[in-house]
């Protein structure tokens, strides 16, 4: 069986061919800035990625026609349980209207839809960044009208967690875990016995990080939007791309910061420990969600490569419980293996 799989990330795009559990090629396509710019909208830049990986696939002689199957990450769907969903029409029209907010893991759905019309395969994704399996408790924010939305990096975290299960001879559904995402953005949810019950939103909530503000004091924030200083397409973009540690430091590279932080820089070492405070003042914030009864806390995604990091958060939270450590993300494998299970009929795929 060979599954074509894509992950769209705001400045790449990653692709994998897998034949059953194995993956054959692993590449990432980066985009420029000046390349992303001629789009208005992030759907608007399906053609334009869909060339790449086509080239891609050329580039490791592999027809189109060789595919059985195509997986993509999900993006900002209507709340939804994890899971491995077909894509279909009213799938795509949402993400093509951007009904529940822009994201580059938007494209995933909206390109493997244009293979599988063309290959006539199926399409599929799997546990999009819309992923909502909150206690109803959780969803209260302190006004009516604004409810707290699960939008997290499900994907990675559900994918490591149950590696982390394997790893310790249990199953997923049995454990009471507590990951951290440390990416581009945070995620920091507790998983109960499989279920994703909190998480901070990560586009705007919990602990600042490498471009994202994350929670910030509300009536400042109130008072900023109002000052005329900026467009409410500035302040989103303030929030999402040029908040966090960029903000301070001018830079989204975490390794720059740290080698600063190492070299004396004091404003580099108190940003760095100003974020690894938020991260661990979360991290026990959710573990008050589980009554202080965790199995493991989960550190992953692209900061958790960093000793410096880890270190500083394992110091405030190892009395919580074990820590462990699963630096990078797992997306393709995740994918490829959430498409193989409906495939070779595991489980069913969920229609959206
Ligand atoms: N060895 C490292 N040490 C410190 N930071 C690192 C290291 N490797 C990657 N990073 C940082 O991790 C971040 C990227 O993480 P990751 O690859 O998980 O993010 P992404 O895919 O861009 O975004 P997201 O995970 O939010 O979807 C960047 O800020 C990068 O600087
Ligand atoms: C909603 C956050 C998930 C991501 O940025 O990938």
Redesign the pocket.
């Known amino acids: 069986m060979k599954i074509l799989v894509i992950n769209p990330g705001s400045t790449s795009t990653k692709i994998a061919l897998y034949e059953n559990e194995t993956a054959t090629t692993e590449k990432t396509v980066r985009h420029s800035a000046d390349e992303l710019a001629e789009y208005q909208d992030v759907a608007d830049q399906d053609e334009y990625r869909l060339k790449h990986i086509k080239e891609t696939l050329e580039e490791i002689n592999v027809e189109l026609e060789e595919l059985d199957a195509v997986v993509a990450r999900g993006g900002l769907l209507r709340p939804i349980p994890g899971g491995t969903y077909k894509v279909t029409e009213t799938m795509i029209n949402d993400l093509k209207q951007a009904k529940y907010g822009e994201?580059a893991?938007n494209l995933g759905a909206i390109m493997a839809d244009i293979l599988s019309k063309e290959l006539d395969i199926p399409a599929y994704i799997v546990d999009p960044?819309a992923v909502d399996e909150f206690e109803d408790i959780a969803r209260y924010s302190g006004l009516p009208e604004l409810e707290r939305l699960s939008?997290?990096?499900a994907l990675n975290m559900k994918a490591v967690a149950r590696k982390v299960a394997r790893e310790m001879d249990r199953s997923y559904e049995d454990l009471k875990l507590i990951v951290a995402h440390l990416?581009?953005?945070i995620?920091v949810a507790p998983h109960y016995k499989g279920q994703m019950i909190d998480v901070n939103n990560?586009?705007n909530e919990g602990p600042f990080a490498t471009e994202r503000t994350g929670t910030l004091p509300v009536y400042q924030l109130i008072q900023l939007c109002y000052s005329g200083k900026y467009t409410e397409k500035e302040m989103v973009e303030r929030v999402l791309k040029k908040g966090g540690v960029y903000a301070y430091m001018g830079t989204k590279d975490i390794q720059e910061v740290e080698e600063k932080a190492k070299s004396g820089d004091e404003q580099a070492d108190m940003v760095l420990k100003a974020m690894t405070y938020q991260i661990a003042k979360e991290i026990g914030a959710m573990a008050t969600v589980l009554n202080g009864e965790l199995d493991a806390i989960v550190i992953t995604g692209g900061m958790a490569n960093s000793q410096y990091i880890v270190d500083q958060i394992k110091e405030r939270v190892s009395f919580l419980g074990p820590v462990k450590v699963e630096a990078g993300e797992e997306e393709l494998e995740a994918l490829a293996l959430g498409a193989l299970r409906v495939l070779n009929g595991e489980e069913t795929a969920k229609i959206y």
Do not use: D, I, K, R
């Open positions: 994201h893991s960044v939008q997290s990096h990416g581009s953005g995620s990560a586009n």
